[in-house]
């Protein structure tokens, strides 16, 4: 869940970031927040979210080559089908998106430009 959501703050264009990435997350891993949380306490959907954020924020920032942590986390069907490249930059992107301070989001805009940025260049 958005972190807006829970603290009752302001409702801005960067939720629907939020939330966009996490389904990319979703997408990449082929994992659901449902099986990534801690269900012990607090506000169950917002612990699965965060769950599956920092576990593949953790593979991803952990030690060794970029390329075998990336491996890690992408959904096994998807392995050996797609470009290693673009999905690290897909995460990469994603994981700036779901970060709990909203003034540090990317805008959707800014998103879209660097995807095509990369897809381009």
Do not use: F
């Not at 997350?25 to 994992?31: D, Q, Y």
């Not at 924020?57 to 050996?80: A, H, V, Y």
């Not at 998106?97 to 660097?114: G, L, S, Y």
């Amino acid at each position: 869940m958005v972190p807006e959501w829970i603290s009752n703050l302001p409702i801005t264009s960067k939720v629907d970031v939020y939330s966009h990435d996490v389904v990319v997350l979703e997408m990449v891993t082929g994992k659901s927040p449902m099986t990534m949380g801690d269900k012990g306490s607090g506000n169950i959907w917002e612990m699965e979210q965060r769950g599956l954020v920092k576990w593949v924020r953790e593979k991803i920032n952990g030690n060794g080559e970029n390329e075998l942590r990336l491996e890690e986390i992408i959904d096994p069907i998807m392995k050996g089908n797609c470009d290693l490249r673009k999905m690290g930059i897909l995460v990469q992107v994603a994981l700036e998106c779901v970060v709990e301070d909203k003034n540090a989001r990317p805008t959707m805009i800014q998103v879209i430009e660097r995807l095509l940025h990369h897809e381009n260049g």
